[in-house]
């Protein structure tokens, strides 16, 4: 069982940066690929990034590539997004959520665990 608790969320202007956290439980959390989707209002969840267990590779969508950063530190079982640049369609609520998975999952049908969320809003 991993538990999923994400911070960081706010209210930023557009090109601001801000760096969301999602902190885990468990003593597993090394052995899980880490993912971050976000979800708008009237829209589905969609994929935003993703990093393998050991952190060695990353994948990212095409709207926040160059923009976003997604990174762990498996010692404080903590996977972080790094958002600079934003803009006003980053708006969205922020998950992150748990594959036990040696490969880069970008569905959420094969992520196993989720966290309630984070709202970031970028005003223009």
Known sequence: QVQLVESGGGLVQAGGSLRLSCAASGRTFSSYAMGWFR??????RAFVAAITWSGGSTYYAESVKGRFTISRDNAKNTVYLQMNSLKSEDTAVYYCAAARTQLI????????????????????
Do not use: C, L, R
């Not at 979800?39 to 589905?44: I, R």
């Not at 999952?105 to 223009?124: H, R």
């Open 105 to 124: 999952p970008i569905s959420t049908k094969f992520y196993d665990y989720w966290g309630q969320g984070t709202q970031v809003t970028v005003s223009t």
């Open 39 to 44: 979800q708008a209002p009237g829209n589905e």
